[in-house]
């Protein structure tokens, strides 16, 4: 019972999160290689896409690293990977795009982008407080009694937040890659099996986030398991 519960709550979702992650990459590295008839990069379409929405103000820069693009809402800055940037890829210009969806999001004051801004405080302090009360919880559970078991589900649930956080940034990311898809379709920068091009690399990116919540929601299913698996034996 112990080992299939592992099984189902971390094995299973670690392999879907690893065939993921490698399925991202494929398409990534593939549309990497195919470049724009109108050789825009990257930043270039990312500029346009954000002055159209009158968002002159927010700056774009250069960041290290591999798909480690992303946009920052308290700077009001866009960072581009080495790869994306300068780059006049499909790939580049459709990572570019949905980041720049994010910072649509951010000006149009975006329910679901709110809400994920303003859980991370909570989320990092229930990733940190909920495996040690879990702990506290489980190793004093003969001294403390009842309230060892209290205070493990309360670990659970706290941590549990982490895996809120994973939901919520499912449709952050979805209608980022949304915005995206629809200004690329408006702009003539791409010729339409470009933005095919671009939809399977967003639609590779959107699983792996998938992948992250079913990761993160069985993560915790598997702590709440163990805890009712270790109440019903004593
Ligand atoms: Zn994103």
Redesign the pocket.
């Known amino acids: 019972m112990y080992l299939s519960n592992y099984f189902f709550y971390a094995i299973i979702p670690m392999l879907l999160s690893l065939w993921a992650q490698a399925k991202v990459r494929g398409t990534y590295s593939k549309y990497s290689q195919i470049r724009t008839k109108t050789g825009v990069t990257g930043a270039e379409a990312a500029r346009k896409m954000l002055d159209v929405h009158g968002l002159s103000d927010v700056t774009i820069e250069r960041v290290s690293g591999t798909l480690t693009?992303?946009?920052d809402p308290s700077k009001k800055i866009l960072r581009l990977s080495e790869g994306v940037y300068s780059s006049n890829s499909v790939a580049a210009v459709g990572v570019a795009c949905?980041?720049a969806?994010?910072a649509y999001q951010d000006a149009d004051q975006y329910h679901w982008l709110s809400l994920r801004t303003n859980i991370i405080p909570l989320v990092n302090f229930g990733s940190m407080l909920g495996p040690i009360l879990f702990m506290v919880g489980l190793v004093f559970s003969g001294f403390l009694g009842r309230f060892g078991q209290t205070l493990s589900y309360a670990g659970v649930i706290i941590f549990g937040l982490s895996a809120v956080f994973a939901v919520v940034t499912l449709p952050?990311?979805f209608n980022?890659?949304s915005r995206a898809k629809a200004w690329l379709s408006n702009t003539g920068l791409l010729y339409q099996d470009e933005q095919e091009g671009v939809a399977d690399v967003l639609q590779a990116?959107a699983l792996t986030?998938v992948a992250a919540a079913i990761q993160a929601i069985t993560n915790v299913m598997y702590y709440a398991s163990f805890l009712n698996r270790n109440n019903r034996r004593r």
């Open positions: 693009d992303h946009y949905h980041e969806g994010h952050v990311e980022a890659s990116a986030y």
